[in-house]
C-alpha cells in the first residue's frame, strides 16, 4: 500500500525559510510526477508546485522566485524549499504522488504558519 508522508512544516517569521520533505514508499511503480498543494482555512486546495519525472517545474504565480521545489527520483522524495515567507504563505501543505494509470495519493499534510 502507497504511502506518502510529509514532514518539515513548522512556525516561521516572515521573511524566514522551511523545506518541507515528502517521502512516498510501497511500490514499485514509478512515479510520474510530484507535488506540494496547500489548503489555507476556508480555501480551497491549490497547487504550489510540481515537478516531472524529467525535472520539469511549474510554479503558482504567487510563490515564483521565493519556493523552489527538487526531488530525488531514487528516494521516490520531493522537497520544498520556501524562502521569504510570507503571513499569506500560512497553511497545511500537501504532498501528491501521481503513480500515472495507477493512481495519485496524498499525505496527510504538514502546517506550515508564517507569523507577521
Known amino acids: 500500500q502507497v504511502q506518502v508522508v510529509e514532514s518539515g512544516g513548522g512556525l516561521v517569521q516572515a521573511g524566514g525559510s522551511l523545506r518541507l520533505s515528502c517521502a512516498a514508499s510501497?511500490?514499485?511503480?514509478?512515479?510520474?510526477?510530484m507535488a506540494w498543494y496547500r489548503q489555507a482555512p476556508g480555501k480551497q486546495r491549490q497547487l504550489v508546485a510540481l515537478?516531472?519525472?524529467?525535472?520539469?517545474?511549474l510554479y503558482v504565480d504567487s510563490v515564483k522566485g521565493r519556493f523552489s521545489i527538487s526531488r530525488d527520483n531514487a528516494k521516490n522524495t520531493v522537497y520544498l524549499q520556501m524562502n521569504s515567507l510570507k503571513p499569506e504563505d500560512t497553511a497545511v501543505y500537501y504532498c501528491?504522488?501521481?503513480?500515472?494509470?495507477?493512481?495519485?495519493?496524498w499525505g496527510r499534510g504538514t502546517q506550515v504558519t508564517v507569523s507577521s
Open positions: 510501497g511500490s514499485i511503480l514509478r512515479i510520474v510526477d
Open positions: 515537478i516531472t519525472g524529467g525535472g520539469s517545474t
Open positions: 501528491n504522488a501521481d503513480y500515472g494509470a495507477q493512481g495519485t495519493y
